[in-house]
């Protein structure tokens, strides 16, 4: 026959202790984002026409222009809204490098990425170190983001020496021509070109 062996409970100084942790343990949990904030990108802030680094690239904008037409050299690809075209400087520091995404952000905050309907060799392709490149950046926006636009430029993370590192720009972009809008496509910037 087996025998049963009795569980033994904690003690009350026991329990004490245990609920006195927990109590504790939750306490600290509700206020840890006051004390230790979401860590937030470092963010660089840089004016139309002058270079930025924004590790590992540095970037310079020269503009923006938009129309409600796009023209990708096969056929014209219309929109709901708008298409905006940034044009961009970029080259990696010393070692290849690549901006991993752009975004805009309209005057209430709404981000719009770079766009998938469209051909963006300025983002997600490496550049090499000091050999400036320029080309436009295409993003789909709905009419009523036009006017104060900020770019938001996030280049890739490995080779960082600052961590999570983005550059933000502001742009004015007022009306859309009516014109379709011809992408400048990636290519090698001249001397004067590169900012």
Do not use: K
């Amino acid at each position: 026959m087996a025998r049963h062996r009795r569980v033994r409970r904690p003690s009350r100084a026991g329990l004490v202790a245990m609920t006195a942790v927990v109590v504790a343990a939750g306490a600290v949990a509700s206020r840890a984002d006051t004390w230790w904030p979401e860590t937030r990108p470092f963010v660089t802030e840089a004016t139309v026409g002058e270079p930025v680094v924004v590790e590992p690239v540095q970037v310079t904008v020269h503009g923006a222009r938009a129309a409600t037409v796009l023209a990708d050299g096969l056929d014209d690809l219309g929109s709901e809204g708008v298409w905006v075209a940034v044009d961009v400087t970029a080259a990696a520091l010393d070692r290849p490098a690549a901006i991993s995404g752009m975004a805009l952000r309209d005057r209430r905050g709404r981000e719009y990425a770079a766009s998938a309907r469209a051909t963006n060799p300025m983002v997600g392709g490496p550049f090499d170190p000091l050999v400036p490149e320029r080309g436009e950046v295409v993003f789909e926006l709905p009419s009523d983001a036009l006017g104060r636009l900020t770019l938001v430029i996030s280049p890739d993370a490995p080779g960082r020496t600052v961590p999570r590192a983005e550059a933000e720009l502001a742009l004015r972009v007022d009306e859309a021509a009516d014109e379709p809008l011809t992408p400048r496509s990636r290519e090698l910037a001249n001397a004067a070109e590169a900012g």
